[in-house]
């Protein structure tokens, strides 16, 4: 049997349209997380919500999950179940930037049954200095302290699980 050429350039075309939708997707990921901090957090301490202290060098052979969001924010809104999936698995520590008051997350987290532990950015001025403009955004240390990956906007569950997989395999 031959397939005629007409389902062979529908099928080229697609592949044709899904290779450019990915890079170009790929270079505005880059361009947004250009000026994102690199380097190591293992010194990395802070005081949370809760009045507990999360230190990345306590979790030193894990990978850690650093999660930057708000309250206001939609995307952060779709995420939120996704970084609560992953801190059952993996250390997480989310930053709630650019949020009104404690009072308002603390409200957000009851509302949408979260658990991870947070600590209060309402300023943003924690979000500027890993120089991020905007949320959500998520930061991989490898087992070393070391940022592994820097994803700015959405991004899935499987594709955290798969960069924190794969910040062990870079050690």
Do not use: K
């Given at each position: 049997m031959v397939i005629s050429a007409k389902p062979r350039k529908y099928l080229f075309t697609g592949l044709s349209y899904l290779?450019?939708?990915?890079?170009?997707?790929?270079?505005v990921s880059w361009w947004k997380s250009r000026n994102a901090q690199t380097g190591?957090?293992?010194e990395f301490n802070v005081e949370l919500m809760d009045g507990s202290?999360?230190?990345?060098s306590e979790f030193s052979g894990k990978p850690v999950l650093f999660h930057f969001w708000a309250t206001w924010?939609?995307?952060c809104d779709l995420q939120a179940g996704s970084v609560e999936s992953i801190y059952q698995d993996y250390p997480v520590v989310?930053?709630?930037s650019w949020s009104e008051s404690e009072a308002e997350v603390t409200k957000y987290m009851q509302d949408n049954?979260?658990?991870?532990p947070v600590m209060l950015d309402n300023s943003g001025q924690l979000a500027r200095s890993f120089g991020l403009k905007g949320v959500p955004a998520s930061f991989i240390l490898s087992p070393s302290g070391e940022i592994a990956y820097v994803e700015t906007?959405?991004?899935?569950e499987t594709g955290?699980?798969?960069?924190?997989?794969?910040?062990?395999?870079?050690?």
């Open positions: 290779i450019i939708l990915f890079v170009v997707s790929q270079g190591s957090l293992s202290r999360f230190a990345v924010c939609p995307v989310t930053i709630a049954e979260l658990t991870f906007g959405y991004t899935t955290l699980r798969f960069r924190l997989w794969l910040s062990t395999l870079t050690e």
